[in-house]
Nanobody
Framework: VQLQASGGGLVQAGGSLRLSCAAPHRTFTRYTIGWFRQPPGKAREFVASLSKISGRTDYGDSMKGRVSISGGNPPITVYLQMNNLSSEDTAVYYC???????????????WGQGTLVTVSS
């Protein structure tokens, strides 16, 4: 099972970017799908999550107020809208899924391949 992350790229500071995560199977409607990121030389950190069961969302402290997570059609697609980006947001962003209804994700059952976001100052 592979989650497909896309939408990364180069953006100027202050700009916006939208990442997409597509899950290939309808069984992911019973999962919480979220995003993590790993800046260069730093540990991976939780960014945001969306429960496909309850619809609840949760956000990590690092990007809270500047990101919004939402679900799209088909129902197993999740988007991460990122605004007012700075160079500190440069990282590899991973989508991930965990079975069940969660808020903050500390781990995941499945991971996507990662998509690089580079913010130029």
């Amino acid at each position: 099972v592979q989650l497909q992350a896309s939408g990364g790229g180069l953006v100027q500071a202050g700009g916006s970017l939208r990442l997409s995560c597509a899950a290939p199977h309808r069984t992911f409607t019973r999962y919480t799908i979220g995003w993590f990121r790993q800046p260069p030389g730093k540990a991976r950190e939780f960014v945001a999550s969306l429960s496909k069961i309850s619809g609840r969302t949760d956000y990590g402290d690092s990007m809270k107020g500047r990101v919004s997570i939402s679900g799209g059609n088909p129902p197993i697609t999740v988007y991460l809208q990122m605004n007012n980006l700075s160079s500190e947001d440069t990282a590899v962003y991973y989508c991930a899924a965990i079975y069940g209804d969660f808020g903050t994700m500390a781990s995941a059952d499945y991971w996507g391949q990662g998509t690089l976001v580079t913010v130029s100052s």
